[in-house]
Nanobody, 132 residues
Framework: QVQLVESGGGLVEPGDSLRLSCAASGFTLDYYAIAWFRQAPGKEREGVSCSASSDDGSIYYKYYTDSVKGRFTISRDNATNTVYLQMNSLKPEDTAVYYC?????????????????????WGQGTQVTVSS
């Protein structure tokens, strides 16, 4: 049974850092693309980042939405089936519920990594609030 569980959210001040974790079970992380999405009140769900292997499995591509480039970093530890989102220099506009999502790599069109409809498996979300 596929399961994704996010953790690591909280209340922080502007400029602070957080590291979110997504623990996966029921599948082998190596063969899945993992993405982070966020949704703020009254706004559309937004693709934040994605980690997906190349076609030959030799490397992992990393994708970021423009608003977080240079501040956020996605990484994965296949040995523990865990994906991380390191968030630095947090801004109030980063406030949202953050979700991780998974899709078998062979079924994901990389061009559509930020489309929520590309993913079949989702975690429950973790709240990130950035406020002074």
């Amino acid at each position: 049974q596929v399961q994704l569980v996010e953790s690591g959210g909280g209340l922080v001040e502007p400029g602070d850092s957080l590291r979110l974790s997504c623990a996966a079970s029921g599948f082998t992380l190596d063969y899945y693309a993992i993405a982070w999405f966020r949704q703020a009140p009254g706004k559309e769900r937004e693709g934040v980042s994605c980690s997906a292997s190349s076609d030959d499995g030799s490397i992992y591509y990393k994708y970021y939405t423009d608003s977080v480039k240079g501040r956020f970093t996605i990484s994965r530890d296949n040995a523990t089936n865990t994906v991380y989102l390191q968030m630095n220099s947090l801004k109030p506009e980063d406030t949202a519920v953050y979700y991780c999502a998974a899709e078998p790599r062979t079924l994901l069109l990389l061009r559509l990594w930020a489309d929520q409809n590309s993913y079949d498996f989702w975690g429950q979300g973790t709240q990130v609030t950035v406020s002074s």
